[in-house]
């Protein structure tokens, strides 16, 4: 699960993470009243931050929604010294189309505004912290490069960025603390400021269960503070349950309408370009799935997940979901027979597809318990099922499909 950039702040406060001061809004109406509590903090420079779930925001563009040849504003971030500027800034990001390198030409409608103070500082600096699967060990990444696109520095100079791995029995050390510090080239105060800093924010991506916590630009101020200028939160799903407050941040308009459709049954669903939909049981099969289709010739129109259990609920709501897209062309059903039988899969299958009166090729690959009885039950359906005999050959069927 993503939030915003200023639920993200909220969030670290708590940790004690130093942060930008500043207010969110949702409508010009409060924009006043945001200001002038900030001016009471003795606040006289201001940030006008678009909130998206996306980079890119300061080098993205504005448009007008109803028009999108209309250019509103160059950037999505916008810094001043000028109450009145402000104003300007928030009247044309709230409400208009964001388009940066991460939201595609689609872009974004901006919903929520974050005014913030405008600090002066030195130095930018990159700060992340996700989980490296390969070792199962959570990685603090740190980079001098900071305020820029990490995934350039990454590939161009990955000598840049410093990794430091943190062992999860015994969590972050007071000497990894120390040898980060040393590689962002710190020293004196601000030295001092970053080892509280990273500790902070260390215990802040731990109890909160996030998968991602990204702070980019990281800055150190003219005083020699470390403070939080952005921050980026991704949250393992399954752990959302244990943190009620922070799926409070949920934004639905920030996500796919389909993907919301999904979670309603209990699938796990990503909309893709192609046009094969996809319906599997298990996450490690949906992916070899997606492979083989590609392989084969084919593009995946989505990712999705039935689970363990897929019966007829499940397939019907599937069906739903991967015909909500008008790309998709043909659909491929494998189901492997483990938990659930294939025979009571394939009646499912058949039950939904009379219902939803499914009129895109579908083929179907049973595998597991009862396989046999499955197919001979699509058979004799009355339905034009494509019934494959085996992985290899429900890739080259339903991309051949295609082709009729």
Known sequence: MKIHEYQAKETLKKFNVPVQEGIAIKNLNELDNAIAQLQQRGINQFVVKSQIHAGGRGKGKLYNPSNRNELILDGGVKFTTSVDKAKEFAQKILGNLLVTHQTGPEGKIVKTLFITEGLDYKK?????????????????????????????????????????????????????????????????????????????????????????????????????RVVALDAKMNFDDNAIYRHPEIAAYRDLNEEDPLEIEASKFNLNYIKLDGNVGCMVNGAGLAMATMDIIKLAGGEPANFLDVGGGANKQTVASGFKIILSDKNVKAILINIFGGIVRCDRVAQGVIDAAKEMHVKVPIVVRLEGTNAKEAGVLLKESGLHFEVAESFSDAAKKVTSVLKK
């Open 124 to 224: 930018e600096l990159y700060l992340g912290i996700l989980l490296d699967r390969a070792v199962s060990k959570n990685v603090i990444m740190v980079s001098i490069e900071g305020g820029v696109e990490i995934e350039k520095v990454a590939e161009e100079t990955p000598e840049k960025i410093i990794k430091e791995w943190v062992d999860p029995s015994v969590g972050l050390q007071a000497y990894q603390a120390r040898r980060l510090a040393f590689a962002l080239n710190l020293e004196g105060n601000a030295f001092k400021s970053f080892l509280p800093f990273i500790k902070s924010l260390y215990t802040a991506y731990e109890q909160t269960d996030a998968s991602l916590l990204e702070i980019n630009p990281l800055i150190i101020t003219n005083d020699d």
